[in-house]
């Protein structure tokens, strides 16, 4: 057991995580813990991470409620011994050393606030927003949870506005959004405003390609996903048209040397691209394990962070949702996405006669400053002559 206190701090997890969303907390305050178990869930802009306790005993404080985010370095979690008291507010210090940090001035509490706001509803991470901005909690009216004063409360106060009156009542329900939709909405964004889009469309005869796809699955005694198909069928395509697996990075244009693909997983909490590293080494059946991992672990939430950052080229098959064509958002870091649609039954004409055929829509989506439209369309057409005769890529 911990001599003092063991302060335990939001830890960066990593890939420049700035703040999490709290989604549960397995131990109540005032419950038991063991080091190294599960003490919260947290979410990040990547994915649900389990946060083990650093020390065993009694915890004695949470650092923010279920919904609530919390940045990278303020105070997760207090634990020590049974019985013991964490006054609400305190700024605590040194864990090692069990001392409490004092960021205010002189003549102030240990928190750095009057005496008259020790009452009030308040995280630990809000005080100090308070006191840097030189807010009286007291004077502030909560819109949180019981009343709770939150961050955007004191911002309010800090613009003179008071956010509760600051538009007239809606109807119906305002909903927070997640961490994920919130990462998904602020890059979606800055791709769109730094991203010359254009989208080019091709049909494909999928009638060779089906029936390829339905012999190996028998072969093999599992699915294959068309994502699989096509990205064999883009390897020696990609191989050609360098610049469609590249990243422009102000005025040279970086061409990859490995295509590490970006796969499109549709959850319930927002859209999730993990990414199968260096596929053109990897065979058909290969690939198709891997889609099926990255697509179980992505709706189930449980991607690592390195599982979702690298992309070089990305794939999204809406025709798995019965979609057709789109106008896809090129990511940030990369020149190109490609979509896929679903194969329908359509009337096409053979050798000057109708006959019924699966036609398949492909949307390529492609970044106009470096590559533009005939390059663009000549890569979908050779993509479309892969597919169409799919024997020469499968051959592996």
């Known amino acids: 057991m911990n001599p003092m206190p063991y302060v335990f701090e939001l830890p960066d997890i990593g890939d420049g995580l700035t703040e999490a969303d709290i989604v549960r907390w397995h131990v109540p305050v005032g419950g038991p813990v063991e080091a190294d178990h599960v003490l919260v869930e947290v979410e990040t802009a990547k994915a649900v991470v389990e946060i083990p306790a650093p020390a065993g005993g009694t915890v004695l404080h949470h650092g923010a409620l279920e919904g609530e985010t919390l940045a990278v370095g303020a105070v997760l979690a207090v634990i020590g011994r049974a019985g013991e008291a964490w006054p609400d507010g305190d700024q605590p210090g040194d864990a090692a050393t069990g001392s409490r940090r004092s960021t205010g001035p002189a003549g102030r509490g240990p928190t750095g606030q009057p005496a008259q706001e020790a009452s009030v509803k308040a995280l630990p991470v809000v005080r100090r927003l308070a006191w840097e901005h030189d807010v009286d909690l007291s004077s502030v009216r909560g819109t949180g949870p019981g009343g709770r004063i939150t961050r955007d409360d004191v911002m309010a106060a800090v613009d003179g506005v008071a956010p509760q009156d600051a538009v ?26 730094e ?15 089906l029936a390829a796809r339905r012999t190996l699955a028998a072969r093999h005694g599992r699915s294959i996903p068309m ?6 069928a883009l ?4 191989n050609e048209f360098c610049v469609f697996n590249a990243t422009l990075e102000g005025d040279e244009l970086l061409l990859h040397a490995s295509l590490d693909v970006g796969i499109a997983v549709d959850t319930d909490e927002g859209l999730l691209v993990p990414v199968i590293r260096r596929s053109e080494k990897l065979s058909l059946i290969e690939l198709a394990a891997t889609i ?5 672990r992505g709706k189930a939430r449980s991607l690592r962070p390195d599982d979702l950052t690298g992309a070089t080229f990305t794939l999204s098959n809406i025709g798995a949702l019965g979609g057709a064509r789109g106008t896809p958002i090129i990511p940030k870091g990369t020149t190109s996405i490609l979509v896929i649609g679903m194969a329908v039954d359509t009337p096409v004409v053979r050798d000057g006669a109708v006959t ?3 036609v398949m829509p492909l949307s390529l989506g492609f970044d106009h400053r470096v590559i533009d439209g005939g390059l663009g369309q000549r890569f ?16 592996d």
């Open 292 to 296: 099926a991992d990255l697509g179980v």
């Open 168 to 193: 007239a009542p809606a109807t119906g329900e305002r909903v927070r959004l997640s961490m994920l939709r919130r990462t998904i909405a602020g890059n979606m964004t800055a791709s769109w405003l």
């Open 380 to 395: 979908l057409n050779r993509l479309v002559e892969n597919l169409e005769e799919p024997a020469p890529f499968l051959a």
């Open 227 to 232: 994502e699989a198909l096509v990205i064999k």
């Open 356 to 358: 019924v055929a699966p």
């Open 195 to 209: 991203i010359p889009h254009v989208t080019v469309f091709h049909d494909v005869d999928a009638t060779r390609l």
């Open 235 to 238: 390897i020696p395509v990609l």
